[in-house]
């Protein structure tokens, strides 16, 4: 209050020196002066005492010490607060360029009112000239110098004051309340609710209401002169004072209401508008903050992640996937990076999502720099607000040391079936070893090599021919040993039958085996022949197949008593091939079946099993895209199936395995 009283003071003095230093020269000089000349005369002293006031005023407002922050005005609110002030700056500048068109036009109202309309006095002409050149001062003062953050809202306050001054400058020296451009006052008074605060808008509204009424009750109190517009004979200014009070009241009663009803609409729209961005600056600002942590995410989840379009080409990578597939992995296509030409677009875990319109998961083998790399690839649609697929995005998980460890874990089960065959095996082998020996002596004994008669070299050639069969029966079973315990990832054709005669002849010289049976019950072609189609696999991995079997049969070995029986069967089914081994034993417990696929669960005694077999004979399973199932009674044996696609290495989507198991007591 104290500032603005020292401001209003020093306005007083500026006007009553402006006024008294006029009137002295006045009537000490301007005796005789025509009246013409004194005319204009209070023209120049009204229109520079309103702006020498006015700048006064402005000085004041723009030189006040900065407000600064209040405290606890911080983090998003800062933001908030800094983003209203940059706009504002760019507002001020906006109203800048708005009155050079504004000085434009009143350059260009003027002229043709005064020399084609002849409705303004040569006098008003001069008034509106002179107050338009002003103007073109003030804004190009403020044009050269643009608001900081730090006053831009006085200088707003500024633009909007001088404006106002000017607009009531015009209308008093253009025929006063009857000039119709007296309704610019409200134009200014929605310009300070868009550039101002509610209450800069309302002081606004004040000083615009305050300038038209003091012009109007001056006026009409002849204090001021009259500037009226001419029409024809009338004098239009006139008229106000033949009007009474109550005409004017009403008048400016009407004005003031009328202002200050833009100012109340102007004003609680501007709030709603500002509310509403500063709800969308918080939101945009969460947004940034969750956008951050997703990047952050993205960046450190230690997965490539790619989007692909509707023609499989990748627009968007994250560091990981541009780090394992290059940098230029931008438009091309997801199948050339994931599969790399081999199995085509048709096996493609995008173009199957995409098509299914559902989450797609693949397994997928590839050479990255030399060094083989195994991925796990997650392929799922992104649907655009209409509901439709527009994109895919794909995760890649490298798995390379789970599936070395996995291979160990195979490895390691693999051999340890090889160490339970020994002894089997050294017994299977000791019988034709034993023919060789005998052979070989009876053929000692004839050392001399003469052989008397057509009978003695039939026997030799006889105990020859026994010698070379038993050395390759020996041979195949080392064989069979060596390539079931050698580690392979190759995809081949699988003979069906010779895979399972194989493998049952690798368990048959076991103790377990010998005290049993195993019956088959399956086509049994020649080996190597192969003459009936239906009994091969085109692409899958025999050694990992003849290991979920051979733990099968040692698995049903262990469970059927002294004399029972184990059935092993083979049966062409929905377009792959069904593998079973069924046993007359103990059965499965239903406390117990529930959990015989966890790893490291067995319900053998301490050091007869180690819980790893059927876990990993189901993981090699689910691996060939098949199934591995189990039918129990308790008391009447267990039956295990292994279903295997005709080619276990496509992509397609993997057999469902809702259910493993199904037990009855």
């Known amino acids: 209050m104290i500032k603005w009283a020292r401001v209003s003071s020093i306005a007083f003095l500026a006007w009553f020196a402006i006024f008294g230093i006029y009137e002295i020269i006045e009537r000490a000089f301007l005796q005789g002066a025509s009246e013409s ?9 009204g229109t520079g005492t309103s702006f020498a006031l006015a700048a006064i005023v402005a000085w004041y407002i723009l030189n006040r010490r900065p407000t600064s922050t209040p405290p606890g005005i911080t983090g998003l609110r800062t933001i908030v607060a800094e983003t209203q002030l940059e706009e504002l700056i760019s507002q ?45 001062g003030y804004n190009a003062l403020l044009a050269t110098h643009p608001p900081k953050t730090e006053n831009v809202i006085r200088v707003a306050f500024v633009h909007v004051f001088l404006d106002l001054v000017s607009l009531t400058l015009m209308i008093y020296f253009s025929g006063g309340i009857n000039n119709p451009f007296f309704l610019f006052y409200l134009f200014h008074i929605v310009i300070a609710g868009i550039l101002l605060n509610k209450g800069e808008t309302y002081l606004v509204t004040l000083i615009a209401c305050s300038l038209f009424c003091c012009m109007a009750v001056l006026e009409k109190s002849a204090v001021l002169a009259s500037f009226p517009l001419l029409y024809g004979s009338g004098v239009v200014g006139e008229q106000l004072r033949s009007h009474g009070w109550t005409y004017v009241s009403g008048f400016l009663g009407a004005f003031v209401a009328t202002a200050c009803c833009t100012a109340y609409f102007t004003t609680t729209i501007m709030d709603k508008l500002r509310t509403r961005g500063i709800e969308i600056l918080e939101a945009g600002e969460i947004l940034s903050q969750e956008r951050a942590k997703t990047e952050d995410i993205v960046r450190n989840v230690g997965a490539g992640l790619l989007i692909t379009d509707l023609q499989n080409k990748v627009v968007w990578a994250n560091e990981i996937a541009q780090e394992w597939f290059g940098a230029d992995i931008l438009d091309q296509t997801g199948c050339s990076l994931l599969w790399q030409g081999d199995a085509g677009c048709e096996s493609c875990p995008i173009n199957s999502a995409r098509d299914a319109n559902a989450p797609v998961t693949r397994e997928r083998s590839i050479r990255l720099n030399g060094v083989q790399r195994f991925f796990l690839t997650s392929c799922t649609p992104l649907l655009s607000t209409g509901g439709e697929i527009n994109q895919v995005l794909v995760l890649i998980q490298d798995i390379s040391h789970l599936k070395e460890m996995e291979i160990q874990i195979m490895q390691t089960g693999r051999m340890a079936a090889v160490g339970q065959l020994a002894a089997g095996i050294a017994h299977e082998i000791n019988n034709p070893l034993a023919i060789v020996a005998s052979s070989a002596e009876i053929l000692a004994e004839r050392e001399d090599g003469s052989m008397s008669s057509d009978e003695e070299r039939s026997s030799t050639a006889n105990h020859l021919k026994r010698i070379g069969d038993n050395v390759f029966r020996c041979k195949n079973i080392i064989q069979n040993l060596l390539v079931f315990s050698r580690g392979e990832e190759s995809e081949e054709v699988i003979n069906i039958p010779v895979l399972l005669d194989d493998t049952i002849q690798l368990v048959e010289g076991s103790s377990r085996a010998r005290q049993r049976h195993i019956e088959r019950n399956y086509f049994t072609n020649d080996r190597g022949k192969g003459d009936d189609s239906s009994w091969f696999l085109t692409r899958s991995r025999p050694l990992q197949v003849q290991q979920v079997l051979l733990n099968l049969l040692m698995n049903a070995l ?17 377009g792959g091939i069904e593998l079973s081994v069924a046993d007359d034993g103990t059965g499965i417990s239903p406390d117990d079946i529930g959990r015989i696929f966890d790893p490291f669960f067995t319900t053998k005694p301490v050091g007869k099993g180690s819980g790893l077999g059927l876990y990993i004979s189901h993981q090699i399973i689910e691996s060939l895209n098949g199934r591995l199932t189990v039918d129990s009674r308790l008391g009447e044996g267990s039956l295990f199936r292994i279903w295997l696609p005709d080619d276990s290495s496509a992509t397609g989507e993997p057999a469902e395995v809702a259910d493993h198991t199904n037990v009855a007591v």
Do not use: P
Request: proline content about 0%; hydrophobic content about 60%.
């Open 558 to 574: 262990d469970a059927t008593d002294i004399g029972g029986t184990v059935t092993v069967s083979a049966e062409n089914k929905d």
């Open 92 to 136: 001020t500048s906006w109203i800048v360029r708005l009155r050079w068109i504004a000085i434009a036009g009143v350059f260009a109202v003027t002229i043709m009112c005064r020399f084609v309309f002849q409705i303004i006095s040569a006098f008003s002409t001069l008034a509106l000239i002179l107050i338009g050149f002003t103007m073109l």
């Open 37 to 45: 000349l004194i005319y204009v005369l209070h023209i120049v002293r």
